[in-house]
C-alpha cells in the first residue's frame, strides 16, 4: 500500500527527552529562572527549539536577553545532544526491515537542521538516506506546515498517496493533515495515549514493528 515512510525524530524514533531537558535546565540555571522538570520541559516540545525556550523562560521572546539565552541553549545542546539519547526499543529493527523492504524513508523534524543531520548520522548512517531540519531561514516552513513533508517526498522521488506518516505529537498529526498523508501515531513519545486518541490518525501503533502491518 505505502513505499515511503516520513518519520518525525524526537518521540518516534529517538528518546531525546533528558538531552534535551539537559539543555533547557542548563539555560535556566545560567540566567537564574526557575528550572523545569523533565516532564514539564516534554509538554513544551514539537515546535522546534526557538519555541521550546520561549515556553521555558519568563517572557518568553519578550525576554530582552532572549537571544543570547537561546544561543546558549542551543550551543549546549548541539554539544550534548547525544549523552542520554537513545534509539526506542524496536526502532532499529524496524528500520532494517523497511530497508530491506526497500521502503523509501525520510526524516522531518522542527529540531535544528543540524542536530537533526548528526542524529541521523549516528543512529541511522546507512539506513535513512533523507533528514529535514528546520530551516526556515531557507524559506521552508516547519511543521506543522507541509514544506519539510513536501521537501522530503521530493527528494525521495516518492507521492503522496504512498507516504505514510509516523509521529507522537499533536504537530505531527496536523502535519500529516496539512501534507495530505495518511498518519500513524505512536504511543511510546512524548504523549499520552488519551491525548493521541483525540487527533486525527489512521492508527496508533505501541510497538515499532507493527508499523509493518500498516505498510503490507
Not at 40 to 56: A, D, F, Q
Not at 75 to 93: F, M, N, P, S, W
Not at 195 to 214: A, F, G, N, S
Request: aromatic share 8%; net charge negative; charged share 30%.
Amino acid at each position: 500500500m505505502y513505499d515511503t515512510v516520513i518519520f518525525d525524530l524526537d518521540g518516534t524514533l529517538l528518546n531525546t527527552i533528558d538531552d534535551i531537558a539537559a539543555a533547557v535546565q542548563y539555560a535556566q540555571k545560567k540566567y537564574g529562572f526557575p528550572v523545569h522538570t523533565v516532564d514539564e520541559v516534554k509538554k513544551h516540545v514539537g515546535n522546534g527549539l526557538r519555541l521550546l525556550m520561549h515556553r521555558s523562560i519568563p517572557e518568553g521572546e519578550n525576554n530582552p536577553d532572549f537571544d543570547k539565552i537561546f544561543a546558549d541553549f542551543s550551543e549546549y545542546y548541539q554539544k550534548h545532544c547525544q549523552v542520554k539519547t537513545r534509539a526506542y526499543d524496536g526502532i532499529l529493527d524496524l528500520i532494517k526491515e523497511l530497508k530491506k523492504r526497500n521502503i523509501k524513508m525520510a526524516i522531518v523534524s522542527n529540531k535544528n537542521y543540524k542536530a537533526v543531520e548528526s542524529l541521523k548520522n549516528i543512529y541511522f548512517e546507512g539506513l535513512i538516506d533523507v533528514a529535514l531540519g528546520e530551516n526556515e531561514a531557507a524559506g521552508i516552513k516547519k511543521k506543522p506546515a507541509k514544506d519539510m513533508v513536501m521537501s522530503a517526498l521530493d527528494k525521495l522521488g516518492s507521492t503522496q498517496e504512498k507516504s505514510i506518516y509516523v509521529g507522537d505529537s499533536e504537530v505531527d498529526s496536523q502535519t500529516a493533515v496539512n501534507s495530505g498523508l495518511d498518519c500513524i501515531l505512536v504511543s511510546w513519545g512524548f504523549r499520552t495515549k488519551d491525548i493521541l486518541e483525540k487527533l486525527t490518525y489512521k492508527k496508533i501503533i505501541d510497538e515499532p514493528m507493527k508499523l509493518l502491518d500498516v505498510i503490507a
